[in-house]
């Protein structure tokens, strides 16, 4: 297959995904079509555009801002998926960007215990 290192199977630098396909191994959604679905919709920037379709390719060094029901994450693209694996190997192909909550905001200081 054109782009992939033939040793190891792995796709070089340049590997270039799905982003439909990429956010389902990253386990970011629960179906493919539920990506496709998030994608269309226009919840997903790609680099602070908004991604055009879900066949859009994504590449290593990518940023994705996506936009959930309850909160908005930002991405890096570090490698392509191979499959939908567990949680530990969906977690090594991207790199957190998502600042934390301010712990200065109202909803930060209530005690879970109240």
């Known amino acids: 297959m054109a782009g992939r290192d033939p040793q190891t199977g792995q796709g070089g630098p340049a590997a270039r995904q799905r982003l439909d396909k990429w956010l389902w191994f990253a386990r970011v959604v629960k179906t493919r ?9 226009g919840h997903v920037r790609l680099n602070g555009t908004r991604a055009a379709g879900p066949d859009k390719p994504v590449r290593p060094g990518d940023v994705l801002t996506i936009a959930l029901e309850r909160q908005v994450r930002v991405l890096r693209v570090v490698a392509p998926g191979e499959r939908r694996g567990p949680y530990e190997e969906a977690r090594r192909l991207f790199d957190d960007l998502t600042t934390p909550p301010d712990s200065s905001s109202p909803e930060a200081s209530l005690d879970p215990g109240d």
């Open 33 to 41: 079509a539920l990506a496709a679905k998030l994608v269309t919709a």
